[in-house]
Structures are given as structure tokens and as C-alpha cells.
């Protein structure tokens, strides 16, 4: 069985889809219906065609990725409508909970185009394979990448999808502490348990503004470490290098034309964030030497260091006003699946580069 990328990128999607499906998670309560209801209920009177897209591509990523990790470590599976079946018992798990979540309403037709979407998907991908498209990516990434690299690529290939939602600082992903307090403080208040939580006394400040640079510069640096841990042969790191940071900057200019408008897309390059990425550029020059456990190493201490930055500053009032575009206005259906890559993705890197380390050095020992 080959290993593959996809697998982890499939499981990342669907917990996502059942984070979106469920949101906001509150008021779980048996409204008398029954939770298959749905499935017999008239057709809905109004729905619009943002409805139809949205639950069509929202399960097409879905049936893509199943359909190709099938593909690749199961050839003779029926990738299609393995996936197909999968992405729809998913859906109507979904769709029956939230009969339970007075927020939300189950469709019948939400379900039909959520397989239809994964439907689609699904035969993408099997498209892709029979054009030749997926072969060709598994020559390259033969010739570019060692054969363990699957973890890496898929960080890489969640992480511009990571910085679609705002964060704080320009490329600082992973600050969760202020959220996480105030959320244990609301869950346990009038408990006796509040006293055992280890809260905070003093107000977080926000990052001076060379932390900030510090944290610019290792948001940019840390995936380009990543990438230079895989690759095959050190002149491939300047290509993987500027692949790197022209997705770093895409996706975050997109975020800020997503928030606020197209004409303001490069609003978050400030001063602090311009020397970053010159602190950035330097740090790249002198790791190009550098071994993959080098690399490893490095990436492990920059992420921990970046960490300890952002959690230990508080977001300003400016960046507060932004969540609220994005959590309860147009992208409260986007919100809930791209803030939690922006949470988790450093700390699934953190975990990644631990057992990638202890796994070079079970392999170096006789």
C-alpha cells in the first residue's frame, strides 16, 4: 500500500464539514420531530443559488480526496462511489443532528446536492487520473521529495487555507490562549470548578512591535523550513522557497480583500510586517545549507518560540472588529471550517516535527 498525502487532508476536510454542519454547537434540545423527518419534508419555498453552490462545492473537496486516496492505495477499489457513499451517509449524519439544533435546518435537498457535490468531486478526480495528471504529480513528487514527506505536504498544502481567516499578527497562527481562558470562564462560571482553572490575573498586552517582526518572520520561515526538510536535493529549496512565500502573501491579501473589499487587499503589509519578511529572506539564505534535521530542529524551535509570542499578547480592538465581519456577517457560513485550521495548524505542525525528529534519530541509532 502506498503512503499518501491525501488521507490526512481527507480526514482534515470532513472534520471540518461536521464543525460547519454543526456550528454553533449551542441549545441541543428534542424539538419533537423526528430526526429523519427531513427526508420526507416538502421542498424547501426559498433557496438561492449562494445555497445550491455552497452545498454543492462545499462536499466536493470531500469526494475529491476520497476518491484519489482510494485511487492511490487501493486500485482496485471503486473509488467513486466508495467516496460517494461516504461523503452522503456523512451528510445525513449531519443533516439528522441538526434536527436536534433549533439554529439549524436539515433539507432534503441539502443533502441531495452535499452527494451530488461529492459526486462531482469524485469523478474529478478520477478524471484527473485517467487524463494522466495524477501520475505526472507522482513522478514529481518522486524526483522531488523523500518518501516519508507525506506529512509535511499536507501541513504545506492546509497551510495558505489556514491564513484565509485573520489573524492578529500577519502569518501568526496558533493564538489561542486569550480565546481558550475566556471560553473555560463562561463554561464553569457559578461552578465550583472556576477556582480550580489557573486564570490569568493580568491583562495580556498587545506584541511590541519587534515580537511582531519575530513572529512575521517565523509564520514565513516555519513552512519553508518544513519544505526543506523533504525535499530531495538543496537547489530545489529556492523554487519551494518563492512557492512558498507567493502562497503566504496570496492567501493573506486575499483574506484582507475577503474582510474588507478588493481595493484594500494589501492593507496588512505594515512596516513591521515589510521587515519581517526581510528577517524572513535571511533566515531562508542561511538555512540553504542547512541538513533536513537541521531544518527539523530549527522549525521545532521557531514554532514553540512563536507560540510563546502570540499567546502570551492579546489581540487589539481593531483586529476584534474584524472577527466580527467574519463571525456574524457574510462569512459566518466560511468562518467556522477556516478559523480552526488557524488554530490547529501550528500545533498539528507541533506534533509533526516531533515524531518526524524522534523518527530521524530511531533511524540514526545501530
Not at 57 to 74: I, V
Not at 91 to 104: A, W
Not at 235 to 256: E, H, N, T, Y
Request: aromatic letters at 12%; a neutral charge; hydrophobic letters at 60%.
Amino acid at each position: 500500500m502506498r503512503k499518501t498525502a491525501v488521507w490526512p487532508l481527507a480526514w482534515t476536510y470532513a472534520v471540518l464539514i461536521v464543525y460547519a454542519s454543526l456550528y454553533p454547537f449551542d441549545n441541543w434540545r428534542i424539538q419533537g420531530i423526528a430526526p429523519w423527518a427531513f427526508l420526507t419534508a416538502p421542498l424547501p419555498q426559498y433557496w438561492t443559488g449562494f445555497d445550491v453552490l455552497s452545498n454543492v462545492l462545499g462536499y466536493a473537496p470531500m469526494g475529491f480526496l476520497l476518491a484519489l486516496a482510494l485511487h492511490r492505495t487501493r486500485h482496485e477499489w471503486p473509488a467513486i462511489w466508495i467516496a460517494t457513499l461516504s461523503a452522503a451517509g456523512l451528510s445525513l449524519c449531519m443533516e439528522t443532528l441538526q434536527t436536534f439544533l433549533p439554529v439549524r435546518v436539515p433539507s432534503n435537498v441539502d443533502a441531495v446536492l452535499n452527494v451530488t457535490g461529492a459526486w462531482l468531486g469524485a469523478v474529478t478526480a478520477r478524471a484527473l487520473v485517467w487524463v494522466g495528471v495524477i501520475e505526472r504529480w507522482s513522478r514529481f513528487r518522486d524526483r522531488w521529495f523523500v518518501s516519508d514527506a507525506d506529512g509535511a505536504l499536507a501541513l504545506l498544502a492546509v497551510w495558505p487555507l489556514a491564513l484565509l481567516f485573520p489573524a492578529p499578527v500577519v502569518f501568526g497562527l496558533g493564538q489561542v490562549l486569550e480565546r481558550v481562558e475566556a471560553a473555560l470562564a463562561d463554561m464553569l462560571e457559578g461552578t465550583p470548578w472556576l477556582d480550580w482553572v489557573p486564570l490569568r490575573e493580568i491583562e495580556l498586552q498587545p506584541l511590541l512591535p519587534v515580537s511582531e517582526i519575530l513572529c512575521v518572520a517565523i509564520g514565513l520561515w516555519l513552512p519553508c523550513l518544513l519544505a526543506f526538510s523533504v525535499l530531495r536535493q538543496r537547489p530545489q529549496r529556492v523554487v519551494a522557497a518563492l512557492a512558498v512565500m507567493v502562497w503566504g502573501v496570496s492567501a493573506s491579501a486575499l483574506s484582507a480583500a475577503l474582510t474588507y473589499g478588493p481595493a484594500h487587499a494589501w492593507v496588512w503589509v505594515s512596516a513591521e510586517v515589510a521587515v519581517g519578511l526581510g528577517v524572513c529572506l535571511l533566515g531562508l539564505v542561511a538555512m540553504f545549507w542547512a541538513s533536513s534535521r537541521m531544518c527539523l530542529v530549527l522549525a521545532l524551535v521557531a514554532l514553540v518560540w512563536q507560540l510563546s509570542l502570540l499567546n502570551n499578547a492579546s489581540a487589539d480592538v481593531y483586529f476584534s472588529l474584524t472577527l466580527q465581519t467574519w463571525e456574524r456577517g457574510r462569512f459566518i457560513r466560511f468562518h467556522g471550517m477556516i478559523q480552526w485550521l488557524g488554530w490547529l495548524w501550528p500545533f498539528a505542525c507541533l506534533i509533526y516535527l516531533v515524531n518526524r525528529l524522534a523518527s530521524v534519530k530511531a533511524a540514526r541509532q545501530p
